[in-house]
């Protein structure tokens, strides 16, 4: 009889038992629990980065929407819609994934942790949340790219966003959109409840 093998299938399979009797799901993604501690579904923010061909007015890429509303303690579902093709300049931590549920995002279904120098086009950036989602140009067979990212917010706020990619007009590159509300930037409104 091996008693080391015995012992530790024993204490494996207690952990197991305590786990399951505290009620403890294993899964992927963290889900949000009502006060009840039924499962809520995400809340869905849906935004669209468009082109300045698009919006109007030349070298101004946009979010539009750019000015969100989610209630506090939720799970929020982001998806974006690019039609944007460039990359911009975007170098170290803002090429990462950070801050979403598991460090990843979505982008057309696939999980991705981060992306190479010119494969970013814009971010959605805030530092108080320590999120960073990049967002990749989107394919020449593509008409957009879609990217889907996963995070908790707790506390009630406004917290401002911007994108970290230097898309905006000017040498360097941080004028125009990047600096202008509405465009680059813009706020997550996390209510009360
Ligand atoms: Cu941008």
């Avoid at 944007?84 to 300049?89: E, I, L, Q, R, Y």
């Avoid at 989107?138 to 957009?144: I, L, N, P, T």
């Amino acid at each position: 009889m091996n008693f080391k093998k015995l012992a530790l299938s024993v204490v494996t399979s207690g952990m197991l038992v305590s786990m399951m009797g505290a009620g403890m799901t294993v899964s992927a993604h963290t889900v949000a629990k009502h006060a009840s501690g039924v499962a809520m579904p995400p809340v869905v923010i849906q935004t669209n980065v468009i082109t300045g061909k698009m919006d109007g007015k030349k070298g101004w890429p946009e979010f539009a929407p750019a000015f969100w509303s989610v209630p506090q303690n939720s799970k929020v579902e982001l998806i974006i819609h690019s039609y944007d093709d460039g990359g911009a300049g975007v170098t170290g931590p803002n090429l990462n994934v950070k801050g979403t549920i598991g460090n990843v995002e979505y982008v057309d279904g696939k999980a991705v942790k981060g992306f190479g120098k010119n494969n970013v086009a814009h971010t959605i950036t805030i530092p108080q949340l320590g999120l960073n989602i990049p967002i990749p140009p989107r394919s020449a067979k593509e008409k957009f790219v879609t990217v889907v990212a996963y995070f908790n917010v707790a506390k009630p706020g406004n917290y401002t966003w911007q994108c970290m990619a230097q898309c905006g007009s000017g040498a360097s590159g941080w004028g125009g959109a990047m600096s202008t509300p509405g465009w680059m930037k813009g706020t997550l409104n996390v209510y009360k409840m």
